[in-house]
C-alpha cells in the first residue's frame, strides 16, 4: 500500500478496535527481485500454505504470494467473519479501469455491494470485476494446484482468482488499489486512497451496531 494511505490506515485503529475490526499491514518492498540464495527460481512449485501448492513463475507477481499468506494467516489467527484486502496488485488494473478507479473482487456478493457502497458515499469509484468460474483455468497448475500469473489477459482478475484460493470461506473482497494509490503528473505522489471508503465503510458498519 502507498506510504501516505498506510500512514492513514494507522490512525483507523482505534475505531476499527472499537468496532471489533483488525487491520493487518504488509510490505513485500524488501523481497529481492532476484537472490540466488533465498529468492524463488522461475518455475519452482512450493506449498503455499494448506490451501493449495502453487507454482511460481513470475518474480514480478511475488507480492500476491505474500498477500495470499496474510490472507490465510488472518483467517487462522482471527477467525474472522469477513476480510477487506487492499493492495496495489496489478499494472493489468490500471489497463482496465484507468488511474481513477479501483477494481473490486469479490466471492460474495452482499459483502462486495457494501464495499462499493461506502465507496459511493464518500466520492471513490471502485468498479467490481467478474470472478467467474472459466477464469480459474487460467491459473490452473500442470504441476502444482495453481500458478502465480495466468498470462497477460485479464490479469488483474486472474490476480484476484489466485488469492481467492487463500481467502477461506469468510466473505471477503479485495480492492485493486494499484491506478488509484498513486497520482502522476504536476500532482505526483501519494493520494491516500481508499482510506475514506475504509472510513466510510466503518461508520456505516457502526451505524447498524
Known amino acids: 500500500m502507498a506510504t501516505r494511505s498506510a500512514g492513514k490506515l494507522r490512525e483507523l485503529v482505534p475505531l476499527l478496535t472499537e468496532f471489533g475490526f483488525h487491520a493487518i ?109 472459466l477464469y480459474d483455468d487460467l491459473i490452473k497448475g500442470d504441476v502444482g494446484d495453481i500458478k502465480n500469473t495466468g498470462g497477460r489477459w485479464g490479469g488483474a482478475i486472474t490476480a484476484a482468482k489466485f488469492l481467492q484460493r487463500f481467502a477461506g470461506k469468510y466473505p471477503w473482497a479485495h480492492l485493486d488499489i494499484a491506478g488509484t494509490a498513486w497520482k502522476s503528473g504536476k500532482e505526483k505522489g501519494a493520494t491516500g486512497r481508499p482510506v475514506p471508503l475504509l472510513t466510510q465503510f466503518l461508520i456505516k458498519r457502526a451505524a447498524r451496531s
Open 25 to 133: 499491514s504488509l510490505d513485500d518492498a524488501g523481497i529481492p527481485e532476484r537472490d540466488e540464495e533465498h529468492d524463488l527460481e522461475g518455475f519452482d512449485t512450493f506449498e503455499e500454505n494448506a490451501s493449495a501448492k502453487a507454482r511460481y513463475f513470475a518474480s514480478r507477481s511475488n507480492g500476491r504470494l505474500v498477500l495470499a499468506d496474510v490472507l490465510w494467516y488472518a483467517q487462522q489467527r482471527f477467525k474472522p467473519k469477513a476480510v477487506i484486502d487492499l493492495a496495489t496488485l496489478t499494472g493489468a488494473c490500471v489497463v482496465a479501469l484507468g488511474e481513477d478507479v479501483a477494481g473490486a473482487f469479490s466471492n460474495d456478493q452482499s459483502w462486495c455491494d457494501a464495499v462499493l457502497s461506502a465507496a459511493k458515499g464518500c466520492g471513490e469509484d471502485a468498479w467490481q470485476l467478474p470472478m467467474w468460474d
